[in-house]
């Protein structure tokens, strides 16, 4: 059925499309657009008088929605705007700021055609975040926000909401080799200030803000030019304008890297002081965010201190070259484990040395990696030496470096479905107690100070419990330990287990181990249900058929849904026996849990009717850890027991495989 709907639809959307009914979807004709009209790009923004019915064509770079937004130079500008495809109109509005949006198509030709009255500016944006008028990137007022100009020809837009009123300076410092301009427009869309340019191509501009009015700052660079730059918003009460900027030195020399304090005063006495300060050369020497000079390589700049209005003063910056005489890491010897990363922290002597060039080289990238910084990643067990080298006088530092085998990881999910809808199944009292109780048991154990991350997910549909799988278990590792704890209603049928989630929806025994398989490392499953040694093929036998069970067997045997080295299972009954529950309290429901849960629990430690920490009674041998096989055959003698005390009952418990000592549960390191 869904195959037949998916192809219904896909049928629909090319008729649609075949026809032209979908919006914004067109085909070119390759028609040149009317003649006179202005070749402008996306993002533009031009400058026109509406009185001379202007027109201009365009070419999208992306399929996207896209704005045609209109900014008034005087009181009463307005204009009626149409894009057009081969003479044909496809979207039209008129008005003021944004007059129409539609989708447009890469690479396709269009023509905007307007008309009306005054002067304006107009702009075609892509309508997504920080892209457009209308949705633009919302910053505090008096904040810096560092954005990237990925593609050229892109223009980013700011709003601000000032949260009092004064005197402001808002700059765009390049991070990178772009030189940005800014726009300042009011709520109205009317043009406050434009930026002027600075020596190192940062954009500045001074400005007024009136405290709850919104401003938009529209950034843009060069029609080639692709960088980060840095946006920042000085602020002051104080407006009143100054005359002059002084610095505390118009010449400066710097040694290497070193760093000099460079103090701007606004003049006269009690003007604004903002005053933003500009290298035209960041490579050569750096003014930091609080106004600090670094030097950063040998040469010559220019630092000028705009003030708010326009006053400037400048000073000469002069780096000088200073040799590295060496090199130190922060360790001469490093202990690490698989999977752990460290900085090396390279410090060169001096410290203001010029060059800062540095390669790190290991000798066995199977133990350990390194990147240009210095950041080592243990990767393999081992041993290998990493060797920092200088670009300056080729001078090396050494640091040896020991990789252990990660600590194995525990983590578990327990899952109980009880609370059936009543359309599924009965419920299943003592589901919740089993896993709460198994939690506590977990809780108790220590691999030489390890202990099991435990997640728990009760009374949940097929999707969550697989997102839950997937969740717990993502950071597992090949050394790490994954227990999974399954106790709800399950039948086997057809070949294979399944289990019945409260809700109805089911879940395979090859749906399990398809998620179970992509899990790193061992994997433990304890299955409390009806069937549930269908997972490891085992079916019981003429010894085993006692009152009460075969109710949940159906059909012919399967082959196992689990097997292999990564796998270690318990389950609590064999595909054709069911899984019981009991009770030992007055009140059946309330001390009901299974007889698993119950059967588990003296073996690895926890008393379920007393909620305390019990005996290990399945540690044969008393070194505090118990193998698979041990859990098994306990579990098997305590589960025989507890069915006796009941009546004439089966319910086998099977492991997988068998005689294994792998160790499951322990008390060890504490």
């Not at 003021?96 to 107009?122: D, H, K, P, Q, W």
């Not at 997640?455 to 419990?465: E, Q, W, Y």
């Not at 969740?471 to 994954?482: G, I, Y």
């Not at 006796?644 to 499951?664: H, K, M, W």
């Amino acid at each position: 059925m869904t195959k037949v709907l998916r192809r219904l639809f896909l049928g629909a959307l090319l008729l649609l499309i075949a026809s032209g009914v979908l919006s914004g979807v067109f085909v070119a004709s390759g028609e040149s657009p009317s003649q006179g009209a202005q070749v402008i790009s996306v993002g533009a923004l031009t400058q026109v008088s509406l009185g001379d019915a202007p027109a201009f064509s365009f070419t999208p770079s992306a399929n996207a929605q896209y704005g045609v937004y209109l900014f008034p130079e005087n009181e009463g500008a307005a204009a009626r705007a149409e894009i057009r495809l081969d003479g044909e109109t496809v979207a039209e509005g008129e008005g003021a700021l944004c007059l129409f949006t539609c989708r447009l198509n890469a690479g396709t030709t269009y023509e905007l055609v307007l008309s009306g009255s005054g002067a304006a500016r107009v702009e075609i944006a892509r309508e997504t975040l920080s892209r457009s008028w209308s949705m633009p990137l919302e910053i505090e007022d008096g904040d810096s926000y560092s954005k990237m100009i990925a593609r050229a020809g892109d223009v980013h837009w700011y709003a601000i909401d000032a949260a009092r009123s004064g005197a402001a300076i808002l700059a765009a410092a390049p991070e990178d080799a772009i030189a940005p301009q800014l726009w300042l427009f009011d709520a109205n869309g009317r043009l406050l200030a434009e930026s002027e340019a600075l020596a190192s191509g940062s954009g500045v501009l001074s400005a007024q803000f009136t405290s709850g009015e919104r401003y938009y700052v529209r950034v843009a660079a060069g029609p080639d030019e692709t960088g980060s730059y840095l946006l920042s918003c000085l602020r002051s009460a104080v407006t009143d304008l100054p005359e002059s900027v002084r610095l505390s030195a118009s010449e400066l020399t710097l040694e290497g890297r070193s760093s000099a304090s460079l103090i701007a005063e606004t003049l006269p006495a009690g003007v604004c002081p903002l005053v933003f300060l500009d290298s035209s050369d960041p490579t050569v020497a750096a003014v930091l965010p609080d106004g600090t000079l670094q030097g950063r390589q040998s040469g010559a700049a220019t630092v000028t201190a705009y003030a708010y209005g326009g006053a400037r003063a400048t000073c000469t910056v002069t780096v000088t070259e200073v040799a590295v005489e060496g090199i130190a890491l922060a360790f001469d010897s490093l202990a690490m484990e698989v999977g752990d990363t460290a900085s090396l922290s390279p410090q060169l002597i001096p410290e203001n040395a010029t060059n800062r060039g540095l390669t790190f080289i290991t000798e066995d990238e199977s133990v350990v990696t390194v990147d240009r910084r210095g950041r080592i990643t243990a990767v393999g067990e081992g041993s290998a030496r990493v060797v920092a080298v200088t670009a300056d006088g080729g001078m090396t530092d050494v640091v040896f470096v020991t990789v252990d085998p990660a600590p194995r990881r525990y983590r578990a999910l327990l899952i109980g479905e009880q609370n059936y809808a009543s359309t599924v199944d009965e419920l299943r009292p003592g589901s919740i107690r089993s896993v709460n109780s198994i939690k506590s048991l977990l809780e108790t154990a220590s691999f030489d100070g390890e202990s099991f991350s435990i997640s728990t997910l009760l009374d949940a549909p097929r999707d969550d419990v697989v997102a839950a799988i997937r969740s717990a278990f993502a950071d597992a590792a090949e050394t790490d330990l994954s227990l999974v704890y399954i106790t709800c209603h399950g039948f086997y049928r057809a070949g294979m287990t399944f289990f019945v989630m409260s809700d109805g929806s089911v879940l395979s025994a090859s749906d399990l181990e398809r998620e179970l398989r992509a899990i790193p490392g061992e994997i433990v499953l304890l299955i409390d249900c009806c069937g549930s040694g269908g997972l490891i093929g085992e079916a019981g036998s003429a010894d085993d058929l006692l009152d009460g069970i075969t109710s949940v067997f159906q059909g012919t045997v399967g082959p196992a849904s689990v097997r292999g080295s990564k796998y270690r299972v318990v389950a609590s009954a064999l595909l054709d026996q069911d899984s019981y529950r009991i009770s030992f309290s007055d009140d059946g429901d309330e001390g009901m849990a299974t007889v698993f849960a119950r059967a588990l629990c003296d073996a690895a430690g926890w008393s379920i009717d007393r909620g305390v920490q019990s005996a290990m009674n399945a540690d044969a041998n008393y070194d505090g850890q118990i193998t698979l096989d041990e859990l098994g055959a306990y579990m098997e003698r305590r589960v025989s027991w507890y069915l006796n005390l009941a009546g004439n009952y089966a319910q086998n418990v099977r492991v997988y495989p068998e005689g294994d000592d792998s160790v499951l549960f322990a008390r060890t390191g504490e």
